[in-house]
């Protein structure tokens, strides 16, 4: 069995290099082993690392901006990550669409990765300041701490970067549920994933909207009832249970009754569930799962699909569209 770092994640050393294996699901419960990566590894002299998402089922916003925050404070300490993504994978898809791709490399293998672990250079310039340093560390790109503190400012939660992942993830949001409707209830390999890519994408853009433009977001659900916001509350967090219950390997066709006679993907119901075992969560973890689940069985069991999006897609759409209008 790999050993476990201080991250939490577990990790093997190919060489001189830490290949570091990401869990199935990196949200805001799991993302603080990102954030750690950096000053595990580059403290004890790993330039590099390598992080393997390949079984990586799931990423919000939160994961995906601390994977960006970590290779730059990575690159600031001269090195970087090296993220191992497979190429159908639905983060493949994420970090092409939203433009993370062009700041953190990506490769489809380990051992791709592996082949671009950069070997010391001799002289380099200051990517903040232009002087000519010698570096203490392979890669390293600052001639002083001034000027990492400097440049990190400058970079760090770049607006234009959340931003066009907000607009590409309300697109897909969008493409992902107005497909529903044509899917083929006889080919149900294809449905189920159809409606799991949009229960994906509801969640990713909810999270995004919240961690970045909460105060649209709270003023978008102020003006609506208090049953309203209520139904839009509790739906998305069942929505969630649903995303993690499948994210952890339960096929999506359990949660499903397809039905017989019905005309729709959109008119398959929503399965009441037995609860999961929680034992194996932290504590915290564990009363907000056990909220999404109830929230499951109040909300999303034995309603629609449609009726279940339908409570919850209108409401983030317009407050995406007031967040964009706000940032531009």
């Known amino acids: 069995m790999a050993p476990i770092s201080a991250t939490g994640y577990s990790f093997q050393m190919v060489g001189s290099v830490p290949v570091v294996t990401a869990p199935?699901?990196?949200?805001?419960?799991?993302?603080?082993?990102?954030?750690?990566?950096?000053?595990?590894?580059?403290?004890?002299g790993d330039a590099t690392v390598v992080v393997d998402l390949s079984a990586t089922r799931f990423c919000d916003w939160v994961g995906l901006q601390e994977l960006v925050r970590a290779h730059q404070r990575a690159v600031a300490d001269g090195g970087g990550l090296r993220l191992v993504i497979p190429a159908e994978s639905s983060l493949q898809r994420v970090f092409s669409g939203t433009g993370l791709g062009g700041l953190v490399?990506?490769?489809?293998?380990?051992?791709?990765?592996?082949?671009?672990?950069?070997?010391?250079?001799s002289r380099h310039s200051c990517a903040h300041c232009g002087a000519v340093f010698v570096p203490q560390r392979e890669q390293a790109?600052?001639?002083?701490?001034?000027?990492?503190?400097?440049?990190?400012?400058?970079?760090?939660?770049?607006?234009a970067v959340e931003a066009s992942a907000l607009t590409w993830s309300m697109a897909a949001m969008s493409e992902a549920t107005a497909r529903l409707p044509v899917v083929r209830v006889w080919e149900q390999d294809q449905a189920f994933a159809a409606i799991g890519e949009a229960v994906w994408w509801i969640t990713m853009v909810d999270a995004t909207l919240v961690r970045h433009y909460l105060e649209t977001y709270d003023a978008v659900m102020a003006v609506r009832t208090p049953a309203e916001r209520r139904l839009i509350t509790e739906t998305l967090a069942g929505l969630?249970?649903?995303?993690?219950?499948?994210s952890r390997g339960a096929?999506?066709?359990?949660?499903?009754?397809?039905?017989?006679?019905?005309?729709?993907?959109?008119?398959?119901?929503?399965?009441?569930?037995?609860?999961?075992?929680?034992?194996s969560l932290p504590p915290r973890a564990q009363t907000w799962e056990l909220a999404r689940y109830r929230a499951y069985q109040a909300r999303l069991a034995g309603h629609s699909i449609g009726q279940a999006f339908s409570q919850v897609v209108p409401f983030l759409t317009l407050t995406g569209e007031n967040a964009a209008s706000a940032a531009s």
């Open 251 to 279: 096929p999506l066709g359990e949660a499903i009754e397809t039905g017989a006679g019905t005309r729709r993907i959109t008119q398959w119901t929503w399965k009441p569930i037995p609860e999961p075992a929680h034992a």
């Open 141 to 159: 790109r600052f001639c002083s701490r001034d000027c990492r503190a400097a440049w990190n400012g400058e970079h760090l939660g770049d607006p």
């Open 240 to 246: 969630r249970f649903a995303r993690n219950w499948t």
């Open 105 to 121: 490399p990506h490769f489809a293998t380990v051992t791709q990765a592996l082949a671009e672990v950069p070997a010391a250079a």
């Open 24 to 44: 199935a699901e990196i949200d805001v419960t799991t993302a603080d082993g990102l954030r750690a990566i950096p000053f595990e590894w580059h403290s004890g």
